[in-house]
């Protein structure tokens, strides 16, 4: 009996008031915030007589580890505001991860902040608000307002010590009996560790502060292409757009082989769809601004992007005129010194209706720009809503619902697979309509100008594949269906090369970074950095003269491959 009763002191003494609290607040977050990991985890080993040791051996894994974080974080008074908010977070995390299958790292939340109030109105629901109030604001209220204050007196450290200890004790006895799983499932499904909620969103919420906050400032602009030479001949002014598309899957296209024909009106014109295009990133945080960037992927730095001249700066510092005209979020910081225009909103676009804004309003008024840059080489970068998730119905007008039945809801659970495709389809096909009006409107200046089209997606999107939907997995295991984009051109006939000089590139596997590039290989600059013999434009001709004039190393020769 003493024994007993020395054991119960013990155990009053080492599981106050708030430790017990945040063990509830723990075992609340397993049942109501963790489906998704645990819906990857049962489809990886169903339950079973073989798998159910392993299975509670991971429940118990994942309720320790987020006990012991919840100690970390959890003190005193404090603990009242600072289990509500994680409590409310975790609700948030849970949703979105439950709905689309996404995870919410550092560069899902870069989106998150920096998606525009009518990207997050195509985002929420009733199920949305439901959940978050179920879930989220009553336990968050009842922590602030029906929780006794004796429940958040301050531990005295030996105790949290002590509690912290046991907790991180019981993770290493947990694992023991299953490490052979363990180390399997660590090594092979880094995926579903990455669902824990609310720790791998905590991890992901520190390492996106921590980039934003800490890192170190540059100041000033540093320069790019610093060497770069105009050697062309003004023969004609070169008038080049530039489409920069939004969430299109390469694998979509029928020009690429889709068994829908989504492309009826670019399969009429001569263009050169490239088959092996990757992305520079899986949101449009990352990739576009990385295209435009002579940093590569591997390179990327959203700081140090943002303190370079990026290919746009480069051109606009050698004569030629910039505009880019933007129907989705914004230029990510690609456009900050040359002129922009806002056509998100019926100020500017034409096409507009229901909320929505359509791309090719952006060609409205371009006629006057050519005419007042004419004696100008020309650059114009269309940014699309293109594919723009998950309401993909709203991303093109009824005369272009061709597929039927589609899902008219951003919910896409709740949607059959042939609605998911048929309401994506029917917007790929909507793309290819503005991207053949973006050819009409050149060839109105074919006979005066070096004209090009150029049309390259940001990245691509899931839409269901192994549980997963919308974009902005981490790059590293992220599915094909993210990276691999479309990216089409078309010439015209006063242009450096003709397309059958390019077609030898179609299968080539090229990506986001060689688009820098491109852009100075289109307008005759030549650098030091695209010494590339496998560059997208290589066949230029005023380039190749140079070549001959032994200014640039021949093929064959030592040559400094770019990015």
């Given at each position: ?16 008031p708030?430790?017990?609290l ?7 977050l ?17 339950w ?11 429940s ?41 299958g ?21 985002l ?5 608000f439901?959940?978050m ?26 105790i ?7 907790l ?14 363990y ?16 720790t ?11 980039k ?21 001949e003004?023969?004609?002014?070169e ?9 299109a ?16 009106r670019?399969?009429?014109e ?9 992305s ?34 480069v ?9 880019w ?10 456009a ?7 056509f ?9 209706n229901?909320?929505?804004?359509r ?14 840059n004419?004696?100008?080489?020309i ?25 039927t039945?589609?899902?008219k ?21 909507y ?21 090009a089209m150029l ?17 902005a997995a981490p ?22 090369y ?52 032994h200014l640039i ?11």
């Open positions: 009996m003493k024994l007993f009763a020395n054991l119960k002191r013990a155990l009053y003494v080492l599981f106050t708030q430790i017990c945040i063990w509830a607040v723990s075992l609340w397993m049942l109501t915030s963790n489906h998704a990991l645990f819906s990857h985890i049962l489809n990886l080993y169903p079973n007589a073989e798998n159910a040791g392993f299975i509670i051996s991971l118990l894994f994942f309720t320790f580890s987020i006990t012991w974080w919840l100690m970390l974080l959890s003190h005193g008074k404090s603990a009242r505001w600072v289990l509500a908010v994680i409590v409310l977070s975790a609700a948030w995390a849970a949703f979105y991860m439950d709905e689309f996404v995870i919410i790292d550092h560069v899902m939340l870069d989106n998150a902040v920096k998606t525009d109030a009518r990207e997050v109105m195509g929420l629901s009733w199920g949305f439901i959940k109030l179920l879930l989220g604001v009553i336990p968050a209220l009842v922590l602030i307002k029906a929780v006794p204050a004796r429940f958040f007196v301050r531990d005295a450290l030996s949290r010590l002590k509690q912290i200890g046991l991180m004790l019981g993770m290493v006895l947990v694992v023991i009996p299953c490490s052979a799983d180390a399997t499932f660590i090594r092979e499904h880094k995926l579903v560790r990455m669902y824990a909620n609310p791998f969103f905590h991890y992901s919420l520190v390492k996106w502060a921590s934003k906050v800490f890192t170190s400032s540059i100041t000033g602009l540093q320069k790019t292409a610093v060497d770069a030479v105009n050697v062309g003004p023969r004609h002014h008038l080049i757009i530039m489409v920069v598309g939004e969430t899957r390469f694998d979509r296209f029928s020009l690429n082989g889709y068994h829908r024909l989504t492309n009826p670019l399969s009429k001569t263009v050169l769809s490239f088959k092996q295009v990757t520079c990133g899986t949101s449009t945080a990352v990739s576009v601004p990385c295209m435009f960037s002579l940093l590569t992927r591997k390179q990327y730095d959203e700081e140090k992007a943002l303190h370079m001249e990026n290919a746009l700066d051109l606009q510092a050698h004569g030629v005129s910039v505009l005209r933007d129907n989705n979020s914004d230029s990510k910081g690609v900050l010194r040359v002129p922009y225009e806002d998100k909103s019926p100020i500017h676009n034409p096409v507009c229901d909320n929505e804004c791309d090719i309003g952006m060609l409205s008024g371009l006629d006057k720009f050519v005419a007042k004419k004696d100008k080489d650059l114009i970068v269309l940014h699309q809503m293109g594919n723009h998730g998950p309401e993909y119905y709203r991303r093109y007008p009824d005369e272009f619902k061709r597929f039945p589609v899902c809801t951003g919910r896409l659970s709740e949607c059959t697979q042939e609605e998911i495709d048929n309401s994506y389809d029917n917007a790929i096909l793309t290819d309509y503005f991207l053949s009006e973006v050819i009409q409107f050149l060839k109105k200046y074919d006979a005066q100008r070096e004209t049309y390259v997606s940001d990245h691509g999107e899931s839409l269901g594949e192994h549980g997963i939907y919308l974009h790059y590293m295991i992220a599915p094909q269906q993210q990276t691999h984009v479309p990216a089409i051109l078309w010439l015209g006939q006063h242009f450096d003709q397309l059958s000089q390019v077609t030898p590139y179609e299968n080539y596997p090229l990506s986001h970074d060689d688009v820098f590039c491109t852009l100075l290989t289109a307008y005759e600059l030549k650098s030091e950095v695209c010494h590339a013999e496998f560059s997208w434009l290589a066949q230029n001709r005023e380039l190749i003269e140079e070549q001959r004039k190393p021949q093929p064959g020769q030592a040559a400094i491959p770019a990015n």
